[in-house]
């Protein structure tokens, strides 16, 4: 039913708080956890004996970026929905999945799609519930970390873009804009996501990797592309401020 995804660089304490958070989920059903494992000095055998109610896959191998680790795990899973994590990201609490069951069961979703609490090293955020499309004209409000997504998705508008470097998810959202799939929002936070990965203190980059992404996938004119890259630098430059 699902299967979970997981980039992992290094073998730390991150990864193990992730493995251990999933593994207390109120779920009946067996989950599938694909690790591709960049830390070739850990080949992570011994999660399979600690976490038996977890089916482990794991890749030790390296991979170009978390695009490529991401893509290889969809190519293997064996599920209709699948999530993914950074080592680090939990769920927010253990009924998550229990809660969304009935919805992971309808082969007609092709995305589910959940709140995320967003992690900072002084606060924390929960995310606004997805409504409509057009939210996704000026900024990712639907993040990786909020959504399980069928795997039909993928055979229909292809895999992560391995030459985006923080905005993956953003770019394979954008791609179905024009034809938006069967989806339902949920009123409820799915996950922890921290705000310490390849991203953090890189705003400004991730915004003009934002303004590719429209203009690659033709979502909105020159003009209006150039406003949005225009006000939300604006926006940032002001909180910056605020903050010294």
């Known amino acids: 039913m699902v299967t979970i995804i997981i980039a992992n660089k290094f073998v730390n304490l991150k990864l193990f708080k992730t493995i251990k958070n999933i593994s207390l989920q109120k779920f009946s059903n067996k989950l599938e956890i694909i690790i591709i494992n960049k830390d070739k000095k850990n080949n992570l055998n011994y999660l399979k004996t600690n976490f038996l109610n977890l089916n482990f896959v794991i890749i030790n191998e390296n991979d170009k970026n978390i ?127 921290r705000l310490d990965g390849i991203g953090k203190n890189k705003t400004s980059k991730i915004l003009e990797e934002y303004n590719y992404i429209r203009k690659k996938n033709n979502i909105l004119n020159p003009f209006l592309r150039k406003l949005i890259l225009v006000y939300s630098k604006i926006k940032l430059n002001f909180k910056t401020y605020l903050k010294i």
């Open 67 to 193: 695009s490529d680790a991401f893509n290889k795990g969809v190519k293997i899973a064996k599920n209709n929905f699948l999530f993914f994590m950074g080592a680090g990201d939990t769920f927010y609490d253990d009924k998550v999945l229990k809660d969304i069951y009935k919805d992971l069961a309808n082969p007609k979703l092709m995305m589910i799609i959940g709140k995320v609490n967003v992690l900072s090293e002084k606060k924390s955020i929960v995310s606004k519930r997805f409504k409509n499309k057009y939210s996704l004209l000026t900024r990712l409000s639907i993040p990786h970390q909020g959504v399980f997504m069928n795997i039909r998705y993928f055979k229909m508008f292809g895999h992560f873009d391995t030459k985006l470097k923080f905005a993956m998810d953003y770019d394979l959202i954008l791609r179905s804009f024009k034809k938006f799939q069967k989806f339902k929002s949920v009123d409820r936070i799915i996950c922890n996501w």
